[in-house]
């Protein structure tokens, strides 16, 4: 019901459509210009993705209103390349925003800055929450390491 309410959103362009705002991506208008107009930072951790040919090619062009809310018509003008919906995303958040986007009355839809904050948000909330998942497997991974003979023939040989 909420998808459906999310895709009615972006549909009508409801309230203003800065989704659909800016030329669509093409050779003229495409991750170059995106990156640039990021200064080649993450827009939501912030993180500077222009330190190493590793991140940079670790960095994603993110859409800033999910693809999936989007109808697919085949009209571009209503799709979801617009320059103004296309972000730099680093690989982690892009990985943690997925398909996320805000409840249908919540203010991030009233302007692309909105929406980037309420996405910061959420992505602040769930690394934070992965982390503390994540402790005890980080915990439990370091003390088998410690414990694990690796001078024996075929042990820890996984190949």
């Not at 959103?9 to 800016?22: C, H």
């Not at 930072?41 to 989007?70: G, N």
């Amino acid at each position: 019901m909420i998808d459906q309410l999310k895709k009615d959103l972006v549909a009508t362009g409801y309230p203003g459509g800065w989704w659909y705002d800016g030329p669509v991506r093409d050779s003229a208008n495409g991750w170059p210009q995106i990156y640039a107009q990021s200064r080649y930072h993450c827009v939501y951790c912030r993180k500077d993705i222009s330190v190493s040919l590793d991140e940079i090619a670790a960095s994603t062009t993110d859409h800033v209103v999910p693809q999936r809310l989007f109808p697919e018509e085949g009209a571009h003008d209503k799709g979801p390349n617009h320059i103004n919906n296309l972000v730099t995303a680093c690989a982690v958040c892009n990985s943690i925003k997925g398909g996320w986007a805000p409840e249908p009355s919540s203010p991030g839809w009233n302007s692309r800055k909105a929406f980037i904050e309420e996405a910061r948000k959420y992505i602040g909330a769930e690394r934070t929450a992965r982390a503390n998942r994540y402790k005890d497997h980080i915990g439990e991974g370091k003390r088998l390491v410690e414990i694990w003979d690796w001078t024996r023939p075929g042990e820890g040989d996984f190949a």
